[in-house]
């Protein structure tokens, strides 16, 4: 679906958005074919949240170039480590992305930044669950209530968008060399996009801000997500949401179990 941006949104893109595209289109007009759709579920104006799955180290580039199309720029949170890399750290400071620094006094940062965007009527990218999905069949696993938190102080929209498709490029961990875990860049593979209708929080709206209420919020923005996937992959999700800290559990109890 074409992107329904404007001259006026164009321009909100500035210098280092559009060199971030400049250097990120062209190799994924290359590898990929897209099917793309939901564009018209993104707000027109005033801030709002992305919330996205994750199964590839491709994935933000190819959901990068979708919210580029929308015609609205996106604020992405991304590993601190990332905006020290030379040139790529310059152009993602120079385009407006936000670092997160995790386990440090400056982690909260990332999370001030974040509603000051939306505040200011800008869009910001979440990847809920914080880093590549655990779940073996690469379903979305359980995830962090910082978008959440973020939806509730300000009241903001929050879009659910599921991508699949980047993964059959470069797998998830791959490491190349022999065997299935490899960048696959040919033949070109179809990504797969889909943004949907704004979740629905208003039960959650007015009430304290705290673990449980964030739990509950984070849930139904999981479920959302998880059933967008359901409709690119065609089938369903197991029932209970993948949670690394219960398959470990249930690990240690087996290995114990063995001795």
């Given at each position: 679906?074409?992107?329904?941006?404007?001259?006026?949104?164009?321009?909100?893109?500035?210098?280092?958005?559009?060199?971030?595209?400049?250097?990120?289109?062209?190799?994924?007009?290359?590898?990929?074919?897209?099917?793309?759709?939901?564009?018209?579920?993104?707000?027109?104006?005033?801030?709002?949240?992305?919330?996205?799955?994750?199964?590839?180290?491709?994935?933000?580039?190819?959901?990068?170039?979708?919210?580029?199309?929308?015609?609205?720029?996106?604020r992405f949170l991304g590993k601190a480590g990332v905006f020290k890399v030379p040139v790529i750290g310059r152009i993602l400071h120079g385009a407006g992305q936000i670092p997160v620094y995790?386990?440090?006094?400056?982690?909260?940062?990332?999370?001030?930044?974040?509603?000051?965007?939306?505040?200011?009527?800008?869009?910001?990218?979440?990847?809920?669950?914080?880093?590549?999905?655990?779940?073996?069949?690469?379903?979305?696993?359980?995830?962090?209530?910082?978008?959440?938190?973020?939806?509730?102080?300000?009241?903001?929209?929050?879009?659910?968008?599921?991508?699949?498709?980047?993964?059959?490029?470069?797998?998830?961990?791959?490491?190349?060399?022999?065997?299935?875990?490899?960048?696959?860049?040919?033949?070109?593979?179809?990504?797969?996009?889909?943004?949907?209708?704004?979740?629905?929080?208003?039960?959650?709206?007015?009430?304290?801000?705290?673990?449980?209420?964030?739990?509950?919020?984070?849930?139904?923005?999981?479920?959302?997500?998880?059933?967008?996937?359901?409709?690119?992959?065609?089938?369903?999700?197991?029932?209970?949401?993948?949670?690394?800290?219960?398959?470990?559990?249930?690990?240690?109890?087996?290995?114990?179990?063995?001795?």
């Amino acid at each position: 679906m074409p992107g329904r941006s404007t001259k006026a949104a164009r321009r909100r893109y500035g210098f280092w958005y559009r060199l971030a595209a400049a250097i990120g289109k062209p190799p994924l007009f290359l590898l990929t074919k897209r099917d793309w759709s939901g564009m018209e579920n993104f707000p027109e104006t005033g801030g709002f949240l992305t919330v996205i799955n994750h199964n590839s180290y491709l994935d933000p580039l190819v959901y990068g170039h979708f919210q580029y199309d929308s015609g609205r720029p996106a604020r992405f949170l991304g590993k601190a480590g990332v905006f020290k890399v030379p040139v790529i750290g310059r152009i993602l400071h120079g385009a407006g992305q936000i670092p997160v620094y995790r386990g440090s006094a400056d982690a909260a940062h990332a999370f001030r930044a974040a509603v000051e965007a939306v505040n200011k009527g800008e869009c910001v990218a979440f990847y809920p669950e914080g880093t590549l999905t655990r779940d073996p069949d690469l379903w979305p696993m359980t995830a962090k209530t910082g978008a959440a938190r973020v939806a509730l102080m300000t009241g903001a929209p929050v879009i659910p968008v599921a991508q699949w498709g980047a993964h059959e490029i470069i797998p998830r961990y791959a490491k190349g060399g022999k065997g299935d875990r490899r960048f696959q860049p040919f033949p070109r593979h179809t990504v797969k996009v889909a943004a949907g209708p704004a979740v629905d929080l208003s039960a959650f709206q007015g009430k304290p801000i705290t673990g449980p209420v964030l739990r509950e919020a984070t849930e139904a923005i999981m479920d959302a997500i998880t059933a967008l996937l359901e409709q690119l992959r065609d089938e369903k999700a197991p029932p209970v949401r993948y949670d690394v800290q219960r398959a470990a559990t249930e690990q240690r109890k087996e290995r114990e179990a063995g001795r």
